[in-house]
């Protein structure tokens, strides 16, 4: 009789960790309510008394880098009946990777910001890219949020599918190139400082040997790898670039593996693209090596290795068009933020970057804030021995959007599948 | 010559089989004394966090922040395994699942990844670490330097355990006491020893040294805090205590071939070997299974020595 009372608690304090779990694990974090203070911009209307957006100019005209899918796209209306328009993040990772993600989550805390009581955001950290995409959209539609935005390549599909089926809520998707009447597309022009962050890394490095890790090798990031590569050889004409494919966004301990394993190759200098983490500052901070970070500032806490990175600012694209939902104005296009509106720009510099080249660096970035991806221009060859780009030549944005080689000066190969 | 790729290999094999070796040791005694725990993953995860979380906040010199983070993260793998044991030893429940509710509840998604929210442990990095060190200053000794040489302070206190363990298990009255409760608590208890309280102890026991190997993974190998950052360690330490035959020096070795699979992935990519990276990363998992497979027929779990009673609730006869 006695063993089967303490059974039966048994199995119930099991069940209760489970229930545990749920609580802890299950839960979407909702942002807090809106900031007390009122939006900063005065003249940001109120929410729901917006007018009824059918005249409303489309928006493409007013926010630069940016272009409608079509001269005739439709105005999508996904502002609710009532209360404030909720919008919803997803991510790949937590909101506190010390990098892609975490930077996400600032800009949706600047957007709340911003946005006060016209607004109310939400985030789910740590999606991971694969049938639950589509389900955390879902459920996000039938919590009432009726703009999403996606942070991660790797949702694309499950974003377009979305789109098809829900055609009164507004899609954006970073990184992506797929479109829909009611799904954007933002990014922009990592390249250029990638390739600024290149030069800080070729000066910096003693023998020309530099390592990079990468993630995945699709355009974007093979875009970031052939501009970094291209900075380091203007710095020193002789560098080489050993690549490592991580094949994740988000794998520290991985990161920090491979990062060890170039340094024990001999790499003097690192560099990452498409890596959320710092965990490759980690491995270089700890053999005192010279290290180019990504998308987020880590000049704090990696002081005697840092030299810089690309820094992303989402809010450049987000609020402009928060505000055309809110306006009724809302169009689905391509955004190709740059340089010259602050969508990239390039983080402190680490005390290893010397002045000269922070000046040689100051030129290049003049001249990609006057042409974006004009580094681009041949003559280029790939790391095969092959012409890619004739003398003066360059590529037209859908060739940069799917690029596929490996620049000259790259060790590496492009990996299969 | 210490860039050599079996160098490498073999320096990192012994840095990343570490913590599979202190999470498996911990996994013998509890083995050993007839508790099966499945739940050493979210336990080694609860150590590691709050280990980083005591790195970052315990005050005073570098070395006495590290060690008591070192404490502090096996006291929290300590409580986890008490859970465990009075639900598997006082509660008799099902040592399956209540191993499983236990890795799921504190594991990546669970309690683990709660706690670092909440103490925003992930903010900034660890930065009192446990380092390599460069012993007698032979780290660059050609080939054993970096092999032997240039580990952190935790893989040669895990090479101490090794023999004290041996000792205990086999050469100790306690350890003879420890095996009797795990080959068959019914003679045991006739002995006159206490069961539960060895089932007890051995299990938090193994669930501290499952913590150890969790503090590794977020002050030695990535010293910033990142969510379900053991990737599965505690798995392949459990598969490892069968590899092991239940035996610590041969779970070392066999820790340190699981090490040196994993690093092997980042050291040919280095090195522009065309493989897979999906196939290399896979591979430790991989001879996870195998292992098991081998093992687990019936002629090897009688002649390697799993303890007979490993994952049976003992029960006093009612009088």
């Known amino acids: 009789m006695l063993s089967k009372t303490r059974g039966s608690l048994g199995l119930a304090l099991v069940a209760a960790l489970g229930i545990g779990l749920v609580a802890c694990g299950g839960d979407d974090e909702s942002s807090e309510p ?134 009164d809520v507004c899609f954006e998707f970073a990184t992506g190139y797929k479109g829909a009447d009611n799904l954007s597309q933002f990014y922009g022009a990592a390249e250029d400082t990638d390739f600024l962050a290149g030069m800080a890394a070729g000066a910096a490095s003693p023998t020309g040997k530099l390592g990079m890790l990468a993630s995945f090798p699709i355009g974007e990031v093979l875009r970031g790898v052939n501009a970094w590569t291209m900075g380091a050889r203007m710095m020193n004409p002789d560098a080489t670039v050993n690549v490592v494919w991580v094949n994740s966004w988000f794998d520290p301990p991985n990161e920090r593996k491979a990062a060890e394993a170039l340094i024990a190759e001999g790499i003097d200098t690192l560099g990452q693209k498409g890596i959320d983490s710092p965990a490759t500052g980690d491995a270089a901070k700890a053999a005192g090596v010279p290290w180019a970070g990504y998308n987020a500032d880590q000049s704090a806490n990696y002081g005697d290795v840092w030299l810089t990175a690309t820094e992303y600012d989402w809010t450049v694209y987000q609020i402009p068009r928060l505000q055309a939902i809110l306006d009724g104005a809302w169009v689905a296009g391509n955004y190709y933020g740059n340089l010259s509106d602050g969508f990239v720009k390039l983080a402190t510099f680490g005390d290893l970057v010397t002045e000269e080249t922070r000046a040689a660096i100051q030129a290049e970035l003049e001249k990609l804030t006057a042409k974006p991806n004009s580094q681009f221009t041949g003559p280029i060859n790939d790391n095969k021995g092959n012409e890619v780009l004739a003398a003066g030549v360059s590529h037209t944005f859908e060739e940069l959007m799917s690029m596929a080689y490996l620049i000259e000066g790259v060790i590496g190969d492009i990996p299969a599948g | 010559m210490n860039s050599n790729i079996f160098v490498i290999i073999a320096s990192s094999a012994i840095f990343y089989g570490t913590p599979l070796f202190f999470a498996a040791l911990g996994g013998i005694f509890t083995e050993r004394s007839g508790v099966l725990n499945l739940g050493v993953e979210g336990t080694m995860l609860l150590g590691g966090v709050t280990g980083a979380w005591a790195s970052q906040h315990v005050p005073g010199s570098a070395w006495f922040t ?254």
């Open chain 2, 66 to 319: 590290v060690l008591a983070a070192i404490i502090i993260g096996m006291a929290a793998g300590a409580l986890t395994s008490t859970l465990l044991a009075f639900l598997c030893v006082t509660l008799r429940t099902n040592q399956t699942v209540a191993g499983l509710a236990i890795t799921i509840f504190a594991g990546g998604v669970g309690l683990s990844s709660y706690f670092a929210n909440v103490w925003k442990v992930a903010e900034a990095p660890v930065d009192r670490q446990v380092r390599r060190l460069d012993v007698l200053g032979w780290a660059d000794v050609p080939v054993l330097g970096p092999i032997l040489f240039n580990q952190t302070i935790l893989t040669y206190l895990s090479w101490v355990m090794v023999v004290l363990a041996s000792i205990y298990l086999f050469r100790t009255r306690f350890g003879l006491q420890l095996r009797a409760v795990g080959e068959s608590p019914q003679t045991a208890d006739a002995m006159g020893i206490n069961v539960v309280k060895y089932r007890y102890l051995h299990t938090i026991l193994g669930g501290a040294l499952a913590g150890l190997g969790g503090v590794y993974y977020s002050l030695a190998i990535v010293p910033t805090w990142v969510d379900g950052m053991t990737k599965g360690a505690g798995w392949i330490a459990i598969a490892l205590v069968i590899f092991g035959f239940w035996r610590p020096s041969i779970t070392l070795i066999g820790a340190y071939l699981f090490g040196a699979l994993q690093s092997l992935s980042s050291t040919l990519k280095a090195r522009n070997v065309q493989i897979s990276g999906d196939v290399l990363d896979a591979l430790p998992f991989f001879m996870t299974i195998v292992v098991l497979v081998l093992v687990s027929t019936r002629f090897a779990h009688r002649r390697l020595g799993a303890p007979a009673a490993l994952g049976v609730p003992y029960e006093r006869e009612e009088r």
């Open chain 1, 34 to 167: 809106a900031a007390t203070e009122a939006p900063a911009a005065s003249e940001a209307p109120a929410g729901s008394d917006a007018p009824a957006g059918t005249d409303a100019p489309a928006q493409g005209a007013t926010l630069a880098n940016f272009t409608p899918w079509s001269a005739d796209a439709p105005v999508i209306d996904c502002r609710p009946e009532e209360g404030p328009l909720k919008a919803a993040w997803i991510y790949v990772g937590p909101t506190n990777d010390g990098g892609w993600t975490q930077q996400h989550d600032a800009s949706r805390q600047a957007v709340q910001d911003h946005f006060g009581d016209a607004v109310e955001t939400t985030y789910k950290e740590n999606v991971p890219e694969g049938p639950q995409v589509l389900q955390t959209i879902e459920d996000l539609i039938a919590d009432g949020n009726t703009v999403i935005f996606g942070t991660s390549f790797g949702f694309q599909d499950a974003f377009v599918e979305a789109a098809a089926a829900h055609p």
